[in-house]
């Protein structure tokens, strides 16, 4: 079998050629799709080299071709060049620069700050003094009710604590009232009695003894 009988191969490689193969069956040069590797010699980059190489062998008033005389070799890989993706470079000044300038990177960094402090000026603005919570940033206020009851029970609890602990604190000028009744029968009922109540007790009656006394001696005078 010569290149010419072969049929044609467009291989598996993804890519997309326009080349040339001889149908033998029509005579004609066609056109099909070559994918970039495993094809075999049938196979031909323009119509010219086709007719060149194969219907000089079949036309016996042309010269032919020494490639249809020779064996069929095994399919080899053809490729193309492979060429990178390239960026797009735009010399207008519109287009903020890729670079890795520290000044610029500071720049770009102070931009961003007043940016940012503008638009809470205008929230604030719009807002008024009221707080405003970001969308789903933070925790959502529950039961706002609930907490504010429990910390003023909280407060009112700690104010009536700060009122004893005023009072105990606050010093007392009055003196306290000595109860002058039943004092022999509390003494007798306390197994252990004070020596220093028992003392004080005592000088109490003889004081009082001896101002009734005295009560007594003027109204006695009075009356002579």
Not at 30 to 38: A, E, K, L, T
Not at 118 to 133: E, P, S, T, Y
Request: charged letters at 45%; proline letters at 4%.
């Amino acid at each position: 079998m010569r290149i010419c009988d072969l049929p044609p191969q467009p291989g598996d490689c993804g890519a997309r050629y326009q080349r040339w193969f001889y149908n033998k069956n029509i005579k004609e040069c066609m056109i099909f799709s070559f994918q970039g590797c495993r094809g075999n010699q049938n196979n031909f980059r323009s119509k010219e080299e086709c007719e060149e190489n194969c219907i000089a062998y079949f036309d016996k008033n042309m010269k032919k071709s020494v490639s249809n005389f020779q064996p069929v070799r095994s399919p080899r890989i053809v490729t193309e060049q492979f060429v990178k993706d390239q960026a797009v470079i735009s010399t207008s000044p519109l287009v903020r620069s890729r670079a890795t300038d520290p000044h610029q990177k500071e720049l770009r960094r102070k931009r961003r700050l007043e940016r940012k402090k503008l638009r809470q000026l205008k929230r604030d603005r719009k807002n008024g003094k009221k707080k405003r919570r970001r969308s789903g940033k933070g925790k959502k206020r529950k039961n706002r009710n609930r907490k504010n009851k429990k910390n003023k029970k909280k407060r009112r609890r700690k104010n009536k604590k700060n009122k004893r602990r005023k009072k105990k604190l606050k010093p007392t000028n009055d003196r306290p009232e000595i109860d002058l009744s039943n004092t022999d029968t509390k003494s007798k009922s306390n197994g252990a009695p004070d020596f220093e109540l028992i003392s004080i007790l005592d000088k109490t009656k003889d004081t009082m003894k001896s101002n009734i006394e005295k009560i007594k001696a003027e109204a006695d005078t009075q009356k002579d």
